[in-house]
């Protein structure tokens, strides 16, 4: 059994900022990768930012030069540094774990997602 979780989100004006957490527990041999999603209202749900094991990192367009993805090995832990943050950030906003997992192999987890709102 593997699980994570995310914590950070809230409300936001309109060219702040905002750190996400999202931190893997249970019972997994490594992490392979992390990536943040999200989904606005009536939109599907986006690749925001990705980082590998080996520390390689990618971001979408719309947020290169805002967000910045990193991860604390030891911590089991990923972040996502929101800056310059504007009204079409408003998702609720997932963590996945590409794990390697004591029974269920390699798999993507998904925590439970975290509102983001940007006011103007």
């Known amino acids: 059994q593997a699980q994570v979780r995310e914590s950070g989100g809230g409300l936001v004006q309109a060219g702040g900022s905002l750190r996400l957490s999202c931190a893997a527990s249970g019972s997994f041999f490594s992490i392979n990768a992390w990536g943040w999603y999200r989904q606005a209202p009536g939109k599907q749900r986006e690749l925001v930012a990705r980082?590998?094991?080996?520390?390689?990192?990618n971001y979408a367009d719309s947020v290169k030069g805002r967000f910045t993805i990193s991860r604390d090995n030891a911590k089991n832990t990923v972040y996502l540094q929101m800056n310059s943050l504007k009204l079409e950030d408003t998702a609720v906003y997932y963590c996945?774990?590409?794990?390697?997992?004591?029974?269920?192999?390699?798999?993507?987890?998904w925590g439970q997602g975290t509102q983001v709102t940007v006011s103007s």
């Open positions: 996945t774990a590409d794990l390697d997992a004591v029974v269920a192999g390699r798999k993507n987890y």
């Open positions: 980082i590998t094991s080996g520390g390689s990192t």
